[in-house]
């Protein structure tokens, strides 16, 4: 199974697959969709849209995790947040629908690194040591977008975790290749 995993943002995005064969998990690509170069924001949103598209035609993911929103005291800065999740919701509910998952920022980190406040490098590191040392990440956006794929393959079909032995238990399952 191909997950995409999507860190998004209305200026920039990060997208992350992996490929879930039994208890193996395998980087495929990564990388950071810019859409500051558009300034006025709504011509913006049809470039989100087209890139999520363009996403799905290149990579062919079976699945597409996101991170859930996020708290922020700026209330125009969540609002253009949510209309860039939005079009990119958009363009993958068009083919995957029912195979769309998002997640909250602290399982993600629980679910990677077994502590629900990990730092963006504890993040990093671990991802490294999951999917491999060569990994050199180009953006935060790349690895929080890789962090998700990772949280999805470790929680999909199961209930959510709560205890953190059992998350460090689904990451050493992970580990082992």
């Known amino acids: 199974m191909i997950i995409l995993g999507i860190d998004p943002g ?28 558009i ?3 709504m011509p913006r949103l049809g470039e989100v849209y087209r890139d999520a598209e363009m996403l799905l035609t290149k990579y062919r993911p079976d ?16 609002a253009k947040l ?11 509910c068009q083919t995957h629908a029912e195979k769309i ?7 993600i980190k629980s679910s990677v690194t077994g502590h629900g406040h990990a730092s963006k490098e504890g993040m990093e590191k671990t991802l490294k040591m999951i999917l491999g040392s060569e ?18 393959a470790l929680n999909h079909g199961r209930p959510q975790i709560k205890s953190s032995s059992k998350t460090r238990k689904l990451r050493d399952i992970a580990l082992r290749k």
Not at 135 to 152: R, T
């Open 63 to 78: 699945e597409i995790a996101l991170e859930s929103l996020i708290y922020v005291k700026n209330v125009s800065s969540l």
């Open 135 to 152: 990994l050199q990440f180009k953006s935060n956006d790349e690895s929080d977008a890789l962090g998700v794929a990772v949280c999805h």
């Open 82 to 92: 949510s209309q860039a999740r939005g079009a990119m919701l958009a363009a993958f």
């Open 10 to 37: 209305s200026r920039s995005a990060g997208y992350g697959l992996i490929e879930v064969q039994a208890r193996k998990l395998t980087y495929l690509a990564s990388g950071t969709l810019k859409f500051d170069h």
């Open 101 to 107: 998952f998002e997640y909250s920022p602290n399982l």
């Open 39 to 41: 300034k006025e924001f």
